[in-house]
């Protein structure tokens, strides 16, 4: 059973960074690992996310350049390093796991409970 666990959301201000950790279990046949973020208005969107065996990442516009996927196979963990956060990163950010090689949020089949990352200008 596959089990996904976010950490690391907080209340910074703009420019500075935050890292956010999905501790996984029971990922044995996973192919992707990703991050999304949710707003009230927005809805939910793609924000990052890698091939867990072959380590190769894919960023939305929005964060690429700012924001760093990576993973660490013996620890079961993937992180997003985000750095020159803004108002517009505001949002909570899950953890998702797929079986395929999906960027759309419906291909991700697990999902962690979310973290909250608010950034303040």
């Known amino acids: 059973q596959v089990q996904l666990r976010e950490s690391g959301g907080g209340l910074v201000q703009a420019g500075e960074s935050l890292r956010l950790s999905c501790a996984a279990s029971g990922i044995f046949n996973i192919y992707s690992m990703a991050w999304f973020r949710q707003t009230p208005e927005s809805g939910r969107e793609f924000v990052a996310r890698m091939s867990w065996h072959y380590d190769q990442q894919y960023y939305s516009d929005a964060v690429k350049g700012r924001f760093t996927i990576s993973r660490d196979i013996a620890e079961n963990t993937m992180y997003l390093q985000m750095n020159n956060l803004n108002t517009e990163d505001t949002a909570v950010y899950y953890c998702?796991?797929?079986?395929?090689?999906?960027?759309?949020?419906?291909?991700?089949?697990?999902w962690g409970h979310g973290t909250q990352v608010t950034v303040s200008s």
């Open positions: 998702a796991a797929s079986p395929r090689d999906a960027a759309d949020a419906p291909s991700y089949v697990y």
